[in-house]
């Protein structure tokens, strides 16, 4: 199965178009993980178990792993999903950007190491920094297009003579010349519900990856109602912290089962 | 002492812009380290030795380390190259883009685990995926400008309303915006002199990474006059794959050392 059809079959099955990411900062985790030899694989195991069935894809965060030289528990943790939420697509968040044999390591790192099924690049080195990627063909390839930080309107913002901004030619780029196998994805952050529905009425019904709700501001209902394809679904909307962190006492398995299940609901209400 | 510092002084010393790119490929290893369980660090840790006194700097390539589950012999490399050439810097190329509270993670991971001098990343995310690496006030952080690849003119050659092309706008951030403390670099590819010699206008003194020349094709008597800044020197001529691999025979040692000098010969022929 694809990660497309994976995702696909995930938003019909778990109703739910949340993304759960997995940002581990050990310094906010509970007490009784403190001092544990593996407690970021732990910590995350943990999450997944309880927020599974209230979202369509689960997203770790690699720069929260390498900081802490724990690429092992990375891969325990890919591991375990597989094993034991198997319907549950993993994406790798590594925002890679590089070409020819270098972007093809990088990928081996996303799909044979961790066995993603798909993972984030970034687009400024062109079509040979995305081609590698897309050589994996059951692989989701999830682009930056429009991110939701301040700062991404320094390059994404900036027009051509013709008046198109660049994320807009971004996502020309992977609806016309990059998605001819159907593989690719784009990250559009929700702090921005008017360029959201540029793209997506850009794209047709590829696959939004929305960063930006919760801590950073984005307003769900705009976002949902911006970014829903022809189908009703179409989005993977992100939230990390916020559920991650919903709790740093004893019951911080429950309040974050309950932050995912409140934010997916909030989704719904909008559909 | 800086990252700039550093680099000036091995300029000087060392008699060199050559920077010599580890992106070490285990297929391509001779004979003697086929099987061997750290061959990674071997070759890499060899290679340096017999080209350190070539080179400006040495830069690996972290996604070959990644890939194969390789980044404890990433550390011992580093920590090799601090204990035994400690006045060559060392650029971990990495090419992260992303922000805030996980742009520190990927700043820690090159900072304070591989405790390089420099690190690239990637500026497509805008200011806020750069600031966090400025906060390593002694550390040099190397945004990629003008690449050497084919697709680089997918996004880099798009033109503003008033003709500047992507890649100049980025050169005018690093320059204006970014470079208070004297920290920033470019990264430039030699396939394309006269735009070398466009940022080199622009950019007056900052440092320049280039890749591109050897296997990609670069000619190094118009990308060095294209390059020199006001002092003569101003770049890291990167070359990998011709220096790694000039032999795979018993010699390559011997082959690598030759391959770094005549680049750097060739390099200063043009002085």
Redesign the interface.
């Known amino acids: 199965m694809t990660f497309i059809e994976k995702l696909a079959k995930a938003w019909a099955t778990s109703g739910s178009m949340l993304t759960v990411g997995l940002?581990p900062?050990p310094q906010r985790f509970p007490a009784e993980l403190q001092g544990h030899p593996d407690a970021i694989f732990e910590f995350c195991r943990a999450i997944v178990d309880v927020t599974a069935q209230y979202a369509c894809a689960i997203k770790p965060?690699i720069?929260?792993f390498?900081?802490e030289?724990a690429?092992d528990q990375l891969e325990a943790l890919c591991d375990y999903v597989r094993e034991h939420h198997p319907d549950l697509p993993i994406i790798l968040d590594a925002?890679?950007?590089?070409?020819?044999?270098?972007?093809q390591?990088?990928a081996?790192?996303a799909f044979?190491?961790y066995q993603a099924d798909a993972v984030t690049v970034?687009?400024?080195?062109?079509?040979?920094?995305?081609t590698p990627y897309l050589e994996w063909d059951d692989k989701g390839v999830i682009i930056?297009c429009r991110?939701s930080?301040?700062?991404?309107?320094?390059?994404?913002f900036?027009?051509?003579?013709d008046g198109t901004p660049?994320y807009l030619?971004?996502a020309a780029?992977a609806a016309d010349r990059w998605n001819g196998n159907g593989q690719c994805a784009l990250v559009v952050g929700a702090t921005f519900p008017e360029e959201i529905a540029k793209v997506r009425a850009r794209v047709a019904d590829m696959p939004l990856l929305i960063p930006g709700i919760g801590a950073q501001g984005g307003d769900i209902p705009s976002t949902v109602k911006a970014g829903l394809d022809s189908q009703g679904t179409g989005m993977m909307i992100n939230s990390s912290r916020a559920i991650l962190y919903a709790s740093t006492g004893d019951d911080w398995r429950v309040a974050a089962a309950l932050a995912a299940r409140q934010t997916r609901d909030a989704i719904n209400a909008v559909r």
């Open positions: 940002d900062d965060q720069a929260y390498s900081a030289r690429e925002k890679r950007g590089d070409i020819g044999s270098t972007a390591q990088y081996r790192e044979e190491r970034n687009p400024y080195m062109g079509s040979d920094s995305i930056l991110t930080n301040p700062g991404g309107s320094d390059l994404q900036i027009e051509s003579a660049l030619r971004v780029l």
